[in-house]
């Protein structure tokens, strides 16, 4: 027998059951829930929502999120190609020690913030004169070593990256990204299969970084031999000059290439998708495609904002990501996207369906179910039987949420809390975070501030 827990409250699809018992079997998965008068096990004065799903990450990023933002040249154009310059200087520095450190530090805030699984679209492989490590997922490997530490579920991404833009060589800045071919890159992408098996909570998906990034007949290829078993992730049209750029060399906008060249189906996860014509946007929801919306990190950089009225009309799957980490919470990245809608629309129904006008309930559900599917895996609902127990659990006892009734409680959570509403983090029915307090958290902050130091990044 495992651990049972009595919650204040758990979400299903069909509303709140009350005092509900968690009973998990010696692996953390869940044999049975049902309502009690009687608490079982340990009591939790708190309401257990399935755990956020963060379906987009590159963590090396972390080490720079919020230093974009002195603009000293005023007269510069500061864009999103400016911050990547910064990014690339960032990335051929980077050992995997230091590696290991940003991300454990990274992958524990997430915990913190109540994301129990990250998809990391990971193409930092090589060394840093672009020569592969001795073990191929060197870089790979030590991701996964963060999640482990960190206790959250992790699907590495490897990324097929090949060329510098379209029809273009890499440049020297790129050489740690570079799989020359098709070949290479799945020898990568079997190192990291390989590497994932030493860990529990690690599992691995297929990616291309871009269309700018591999030649259109080795995309066309990676994409045939998927067979679904593994989800697929790409970087698509965030930025309006890889639109020129992909108009210019192939005739077609990114999404509608993909659509035409590729068998697009519910394995593919587009990530931001943000300039879309209608034909793409009802393209990829007939499609069943998924996209991978990052809010916060879409606003810092100014890519626009996606058309998500259009494409939650057509039956559109969404998951939201953390992508640069500049925010790292799961009820921010929900609301700028629900704000930002507003803002266009002059209307607050953004999240409204034709079956349920709970704006928090039907936010959290999507986000989740193709937030799962960006993992890799395959249950449907949320806290199913069988299933790890993945829980970001509320504090009962905070004033707004204590006084909130059932109906208002999705709604309190994700228009006014905040991460310290919540009381933590459950992976495989064990606590990861509790109290805001990480497993582990002072030897993680320690490692990462010495590699902070190290960088002379934050300085
Ligand atoms: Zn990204």
Known sequence: ???????????????????????????????????????????????????????????????????????????????????????????????????????????????????????????????????????????????????????????????????????????????????????????????????????????????????????????????????????????????????????????????????DNCPVDANYHLVHATHLDDSEVNGIAKSGAHVVLCPSTEGNLGDGLFRFEDYKNAGGNWSIGTDSHVGLNPLEELRILDYGQRLISHKRTSFVTPDSGDSGFNAIKMAWQAGRRAMGATDGTFFSEGQPFDAVVINAASPLIATASEKNLCNTFVYAADVSDILGTIVSGKWISKQGVLQNRDAIVTDFVRVMEELGTRV
């Not at 939790?44 to 974009?68: E, V």
């Not at 078993?229 to 192939?250: M, T, W, Y």
């Open 1 to 259: 027998m495992g651990a049972t827990y009595t919650f204040k409250g758990l979400l299903t699809e069909n509303g709140w059951i009350t005092n509900a018992v968690v009973s998990l079997d010696d692996l953390g998965n869940i044999t049975s829930i049902k309502q009690t008068e009687t608490p079982e096990g340990e009591y939790i004065n708190g309401y257990a929502l399935p755990g956020f799903q963060n379906a987009h990450s590159h963590a090396f990023q972390y080490a720079m999120a919020g230093l974009a933002e002195l603009h000293t040249n005023t007269g510069a154009q500061d864009d999103f190609w400016s911050w990547r310059n910064a990014m690339y200087g960032l990335a051929l520095t980077l050992s995997p020690n230091q590696m290991e450190a940003v991300a454990t530090m990274l992958y524990s805030e997430m915990a913190r913030h109540g994301y129990t699984a990250v998809a990391e679209f990971h193409y930092l492989h090589h060394d840093k004169d672009g020569s592969p490590y001795p073990n191929l997922a060197e870089m790979g490997t030590r991701l996964m070593a963060a999640a482990q530490k960190a206790g959250i579920r992790i699907t590495l991404v490897p990324m097929f990256y090949q060329q510098g833009g379209f029809g273009q060589e890499p440049v020297e800045r790129q050489k740690r990204f570079i799989s020359h071919t098709i070949k290479d890159y799945y020898t990568l992408l079997d190192s990291s299969i390989e590497a994932a098996k030493a860990f529990d909570n690690a599992n691995v998906g297929i990616g291309i970084h871009s269309l700018r990034a591999v030649k259109p007949e080795d995309v066309v290829a990676v994409c045939n031999a998927l067979d679904g078993s593994r989800p697929f992730h790409i970087h698509v049209s965030e930025q309006l000059k890889e639109i020129e750029d992909c108009v210019a060399f192939h005739g077609k906008r990114p999404v509608q290439w993909l659509l």
